[in-house]
């Protein structure tokens, strides 16, 4: 099956601090998304970023597509923005396939 | 904006047992899934469907089955439940595949599964 690696998996910050996830795909992908899941457990897609950087917000990713990597930087975090952060690649199947999460709790 | 309601949100029931979780949504999305998250774990795709009749299977799909009624609705039946499974499983929904570039994924809220 597809694989998807995500690295931390966890990470505790103080706040104002910045946040650097990584995620790391074993094959193609036409698609990559960043979704967050908050401590309640729904899910939001934050961005789609199949290739180069994009910035929303305080987030900015950046894809390798031949390097098969992304990652998802968070600027001056909050206490707000404690929860899981789940990568997903689609390699061309029309479903996403999701990594583990990176579980990040910014302490006031 | 559009809505994906979850029905149960908490779902509890006893080994052996067969158990049916509904999905609704108003995004008149073709595309609709069904994931499973295990606790600290990453959502493992049960069934999709791309359109009302269809069903495609995922890599979990055994022990599964699923319904796509009419456009809106998205059911997963649990054929058997297992002892002491707990589980959250999601549904989501996509205006096509998620294979073109900036698709989005819209996810309902879950529902938690525990067996007896």
């Known amino acids: 099956g597809q694989q998807v690696q995500q690295s931390p998996a966890s990470l505790v910050l103080q706040e104002g601090e910045n946040a650097e996830l990584q995620c790391n795909f074993s094959s193609t992908a036409t698609q990559l998304q960043w979704f967050y899941q908050s401590p309640g457990g729904s899910l939001v897609s934050l961005l789609s970023n199949p290739s180069g950087t994009k910035h929303t917000g305080r987030l900015t990713s950046t894809t390798v597509t031949k390097e098969r990597r992304s990652s998802l930087h968070i600027s001056s975090s909050q206490t707000t923005d404690s929860g899981t952060y789940l990568c997903?690649?689609?390699?061309?199947?029309?479903?996403?396939?999701f990594g583990s999460g990176t579980k990040l709790t910014v302490e006031p | 904006g559009g809505i994906i309601t979850q029905t149960p949100k908490f779902l509890i029931g006893q080994e052996g047992q067969k158990l049916t979780l509904k999905c609704q949504q108003n995004?008149?999305?073709?595309?609709m899934y069904w994931y499973r998250q295990d606790s600290g774990k990453g959502l493992r795709l049960i069934y999709y469907?791309?359109?009302?009749?269809?069903?495609q299977k995922g890599d979990l799909s055994e022990g599964y089955d699923a319904s796509r009624e009419k456009k809106s609705s998205f059911s997963l039946t649990v054929t058997s439940a297992q002892k002491n499974e707990m589980a959250v499983f999601l549904c989501?929904?996509?205006?096509?595949?998620?294979?073109?570039?900036?698709?989005?994924?819209?996810f309902g809220h879950g529902t938690k599964l525990s067996v007896l």
């Open positions: 997903a690649i689609d390699p061309n199947y029309n479903v996403l396939y």
């Open positions: 995004f008149n999305h073709d595309t």
């Open positions: 469907s791309i359109t009302e009749n269809d069903l």
């Open positions: 989501a929904s996509s205006i096509g595949g998620t294979g073109s570039s900036n698709e989005r994924l819209f």
